[in-house]
């Protein structure tokens, strides 16, 4: 399903590409020219942006005419088909591009997720996203998220309060954030979950003995801390693992009983998938 939005930003994007005009194509393919392409899959992983290359095309040209043979969240093979698109020779070319640029990203986001969340099987640990996404595409990179089978953390500064060190250290510790915190949220009358980071053993004793929050943050902790960390809370609050974890180190942080961890990497570094859509 796509996220609110999408129609306004396939608009921009496609205003950004063509400008007034894609010239090569209108100089050199007739305006009554029929053709089809196919989506070739060149890298292995997993496919995400069908449904949105589907709802870029017919953004643009509502008489193009999609074949899918694999869907959002298919594990993919080089040689693989995803698709054929059929119509106008000048429309397919026009967003050939837009199509591909979402493609490869949301599919290199998903095939990364997956990896992680193969990594941490059977522990019943769940792995999260960020809010280290492209600015305006947020709702994009998290969807590929999903797709992936990942889990999506917070969308915005809106939806959670989470209290980072930053925060905490500028509000005059972790006990007094979150009075101010709880404070806050019954004075607007807003029912938001509360999430504090700690960054020791120290300030995870802080928050237990502060209490009124959802979950605690354990970042940059070692796999023999973060598992002390996990028993001492256990059953009272959520608990979240962060901070430079790895495909190599990712199993022994889910092994500790975390409930989740987040990876940044998910959406800021991720290499895009090969793709690319060749005429038939």
């Known amino acids: 399903m796509l996220p609110p ?68 969240g298919a594990q993919v093979v080089p040689g693989d088909v995803a698709f054929t698109v059929m ?9 050939e591009r837009l199509m591909l640029n979402f493609m490869q990203r949301m599919s290199g986001i998903a095939t990364l997720t997956s990896r992680f969340v193969k990594a941490v099987e059977g522990t019943g640990c769940r792995v999260l996203d960020t809010r280290k996404t492209t600015p305006g595409l947020r709702a994009i990179e998290k969807w ?32 007094r954030a979150i009075a101010s915190a709880r404070a806050y949220l019954t004075a607007h009358q807003l029912d938001l979950p509360i999430e504090v980071e700690t960054r020791s053993l120290a300030e995870v004793e802080q928050v237990l003995a502060t209490g009124g929050i959802q979950r605690i943050m354990l970042d940059n902790f070692t796999p023999e801390l973060m598992a002390e960390a996990v028993q001492r809370i256990a059953g009272r609050y959520e608990t979240e693992a962060s ?38």
């Open 5 to 72: 939005g999408t129609d306004e930003l396939i608009d921009r994007a496609l205003r950004e590409d063509i400008g007034d005009g894609d010239h090569t194509t209108l100089s050199t393919i007739p305006a009554d020219a029929r053709g089809a392409a196919r989506l070739l899959v060149k890298d292995q992983g997993v496919l995400a942006g069908v449904e949105l290359a589907q709802a870029i095309g017919h953004r643009f040209d509502p008489d193009l005419h999609f074949r899918v043979f694999l869907e959002d």
């Open 87 to 95: 119509g106008s020779s000048r429309s397919i070319l026009i967003v």
């Open 144 to 175: 590929a998220v999903r797709i992936g089978g990942g889990h999506n953390h917070r969308h915005g500064l809106y939806d959670m309060v989470m209290i980072k060190d930053n925060h905490a250290d500028m509000a005059g510790g972790i006990p």
């Open 243 to 280: 901070g430079g974890i790895n495909l190599d180190t990712v199993r022994s942080y889910a092994e500790t009983g975390v409930d989740f961890v987040s990876v940044g990497a998910l959406t800021h570094s991720v290499p895009s998938l090969d793709l690319s859509l060749k005429a038939m």
